[in-house]
């Protein structure tokens, strides 16, 4: 509060009110005296020229109610005038006091003299008097006529007026003071009031919070700067809005970085992984060949035959991970068409029917209406493939695949059963990570690479559309989703 502007800015304008009083009491005392001596004299001055434009026979008038007499009884002026004959003409009855005046033994034996103006024809003289005499100014000398005259008046009355005046303008100022003091602690108040708000607008935009505006009722210059505090206000937020931004966007790829730099690292020690067993027997048996281990046909064949079993398990898994890269790196194109479902689900069962047979399993599906839907048909099919032989891979007990379809609304569920072992719950979302076995030591067995499940994700992520995998009591089923194309709707069916 000691910084308040309010407060500075009151105690400035009383400050001044104050000084000024001062100043006005002080000049006051100091030459309202001197000023009205000074008048006095000049008035003294217009008395001596308007005698010297008197006729002396005319003298009488002064002992008559004329105007000049009324004159001099207004200004309170005492004179007395004295022919060359002796003749005394005077406005006072008290016509020896003031021939005593006349005297100058006796006026310089009264107090102090103090010659004011000096002429040829008279003397202005301001004389103090004494405990029983009063101050007063004093003209005498002679006229054009050669009679002599003298004028006074009393000054005390001036003194008095003085300190009557000094202590009237010390209650009208102090009253002033008070009155003004209260007024401009209101109006510091309210012209301080806006920039108080301007205070707390900016500490709180300090603080980052930009909702607080301000109201502005005026054109004045606050009500400019408020106005342009909001505009700084509403720039500030977007500008750090926009930064908060962009620092995201930077974190999000930053973070991407990383992410794919991670995948990379692994991505490579898995291929290398992959990639070492079956190196290493095809180096292994193609050595034995080099070096005529077995001179027999059988064993060569034996031993070639590896070679190209792993040669071709390589192969797939290259081929399966461009397949992977152009899908996630979005190379690969995606082409919509409404195409039958379950003509596409027919022929991959076909397909696979005889390794089915192979491993004695049941693969089930018994849909024979249409069933038309939108999406790649190609990569559908692949999609359909994978599932039926995964399940064909992890197929035991009673050997049981079943696929089925549902249409809930506008979507058509396809999903794929097989009975065996189920999925771990903690394992269930990291089968579609690339490379990841659930069973590594079976997954070797029948050739798998874990990019197969992998594949399937992406495929369904290019589409917008969803995949998952449930565990059932008896075994395991993955399913995906499918938009329902306009057409005849089979009703909800699970063959």
Same mark, same amino acid.
């Given at each position: 509060?000691?910084?308040?502007?309010?407060?500075?800015?009151? *105690?400035?304008?009383?400050?001044?009110?104050?000084?000024?009083?001062?100043?006005?009491?002080?000049?006051?005392?100091?030459?309202?005296?001197?000023?009205?001596?000074?008048?006095?004299?000049? !008035? $003294?001055?217009?008395?001596?020229?308007?005698?010297?434009?008197?006729?002396?026979?005319?003298?009488?008038?002064?002992?008559?109610?004329? +105007?000049?007499?009324?004159?001099?009884?207004?200004?309170?002026?005492?004179?007395?005038?004295?022919?060359?004959?002796?003749?005394?003409?005077?406005?006072?009855?008290?016509?020896?006091?003031?021939?005593?005046?006349?005297?100058?033994?006796?006026?310089?034996?009264?107090?102090?003299?103090? %010659?004011?103006?000096?002429?040829?024809?008279? *003397?202005?003289?301001?004389?103090?008097?004494?405990?029983?005499?009063?101050?007063?100014?004093?003209?005498?000398?002679?006229?054009?006529?050669?009679?002599?005259?003298?004028?006074?008046?009393?000054?005390?009355?001036?003194?008095?007026?003085?300190?009557? !005046?000094?202590?009237?303008?010390?209650? %009208?100022?102090?009253?002033?003071?008070?009155?003004?003091?209260?007024?401009?602690?209101?109006?510091?108040?309210?012209?301080?009031?806006?920039?108080?708000?301007?205070?707390? &607008?900016?500490?709180?935009?300090?603080?980052? =919070?930009?909702?607080?505006?301000?109201?502005?009722?005026?054109?004045?210059?606050?009500?400019?700067?408020?106005?342009?505090? =909001?505009?700084?206000?509403?720039?500030?937020?977007?500008?750090?809005?926009?930064?908060?931004?962009?620092?995201?966007?930077?974190?999000?790829?930053?973070?991407?970085?990383?992410?794919?730099?991670?995948?990379?690292?692994?991505?490579?020690?898995?291929?290398?992984?992959?990639?070492?067993?079956?190196?290493?027997?095809?180096?292994?048996?193609?050595?034995?060949?080099?070096?005529?281990?077995?001179?027999?046909?059988?064993?060569?064949?034996?031993?070639?035959?590896?070679? &190209?079993?792993?040669?071709?398990?390589?192969?797939?898994?290259?081929?399966?991970?461009?397949?992977?890269?152009?899908?996630?790196?979005? =190379?690969?194109?995606?082409?919509?068409?409404?195409?039958?479902?379950?003509? $596409?689900?027919? +022929?991959?069962?076909?397909?696979?029917?005889?390794?089915?047979?192979?491993?004695?399993?049941?693969?089930?599906?018994?849909?024979?209406?249409?069933?038309?839907?939108?999406?790649?048909?190609?990569?559908?099919?692949?999609?359909?493939?994978?599932?039926?032989?995964?399940?064909?891979?992890?197929?035991?007990?009673?050997?049981?695949?079943?696929?089925?379809?549902?249409?809930?609304?506008?979507?058509?569920? %396809?999903?794929?059963?097989?009975? +065996?072992?189920?999925?771990?719950?903690?394992?269930?979302?990291?089968?579609?990570?690339?490379?990841?076995?659930?069973?590594?030591?079976?997954?070797?067995?029948?050739?798998?690479?874990?990019?197969?499940?992998?594949?399937?994700?992406?495929?369904?992520?290019?589409?917008?559309?969803?995949?998952?995998?449930?565990?059932?009591?008896?075994?395991?089923?993955?399913?995906?989703?499918?938009?329902?194309?306009?057409?005849?709707?089979?009703?909800?069916?699970?063959?």
């Amino acid at each position: 509060m000691k910084k308040s502007i309010k407060i500075r800015l009151a *105690v400035t304008y009383i400050g001044i009110m104050c000084i000024s009083l001062a100043a006005m009491l002080a000049m006051n005392s100091l030459f309202l005296e001197k000023y009205y001596v000074e008048r006095k004299k000049e !008035s $003294l001055k217009k008395v001596y020229e308007a005698l010297n434009n008197v006729d002396g026979y005319q003298y009488s008038a002064l002992n008559e109610d004329s +105007g000049f007499k009324k004159y001099l009884a207004e200004k309170n002026f005492l004179l007395i005038v004295v022919d060359p004959f002796g003749n005394r003409y005077s406005t006072t009855k008290d016509e020896g006091e003031m021939l005593a005046y006349m005297q100058f033994e006796a006026q310089f034996s009264r107090g102090q003299r103090e %010659i004011m103006e000096e002429k040829d024809n008279y *003397v202005v003289t301001k004389i103090t008097g004494d405990a029983n005499t009063m101050d007063v100014v004093c003209m005498y000398g002679t006229l054009d006529d050669r009679s002599s005259f003298m004028v006074r008046t009393p000054i005390q009355s001036i003194r008095d007026s003085a300190q009557i !005046s000094n202590l009237f303008y010390l209650y %009208i100022g102090l009253a002033t003071i008070l009155i003004s003091s209260i007024l401009i602690w209101i109006m510091s108040r309210r012209i301080t009031k806006p920039l108080q708000t301007l205070s707390n &607008i900016s500490r709180e935009m300090a603080d980052l =919070n930009f909702d607080v505006k301000y109201e502005s009722a005026g054109q004045d210059e606050i009500s400019v700067l408020g106005n342009n505090l =909001n505009k700084l206000s509403e720039d500030l937020e977007k500008t750090i809005s926009e930064l908060k931004t962009a620092n995201n966007e930077l974190q999000q790829d930053i973070a991407k970085k990383e992410e794919i730099d991670e995948m990379r690292k692994e991505f490579l020690a898995n291929v290398s992984h992959e990639l070492k067993t079956p190196i290493a027997l095809i180096q292994g048996y193609a050595e034995g060949l080099q070096e005529c281990i077995n001179d027999d046909a059988q064993s060569r064949e034996f031993y070639c035959d590896v070679i &190209i079993d792993e040669a071709g398990k390589m192969n797939n898994m290259v081929k399966k991970l461009l397949t992977l890269n152009q899908l996630e790196f979005g =190379n690969d194109t995606i082409t919509m068409e409404r195409f039958d479902l379950t003509e $596409l689900v027919r +022929g991959v069962v076909q397909s696979v029917q005889l390794l089915a047979d192979q491993k004695e399993a049941k693969l089930h599906f018994a849909l024979t209406e249409p069933v038309y839907v939108w999406g790649d048909e190609f990569k559908i099919e692949e999609v359909v493939t994978n599932y039926v032989s995964n399940a064909l891979n992890h197929v035991d007990y009673e050997k049981k695949i079943e696929i089925k379809t549902e249409i809930r609304n506008d979507v058509v569920r %396809i999903s794929v059963f097989n009975t +065996g072992d189920t999925i771990p719950e903690a394992d269930l979302d990291k089968v579609w990570v690339k490379f990841y076995k659930v069973d590594k030591a079976r997954t070797r067995e029948y050739g798998g690479s874990g990019i197969g499940l992998s594949i399937v994700k992406a495929i369904m992520d290019s589409m917008h559309q969803k995949c998952g995998v449930k565990n059932y009591s008896n075994g395991v089923e993955f399913w995906f989703e499918l938009s329902l194309a306009e057409g005849k709707k089979t009703e909800c069916q699970k063959m």
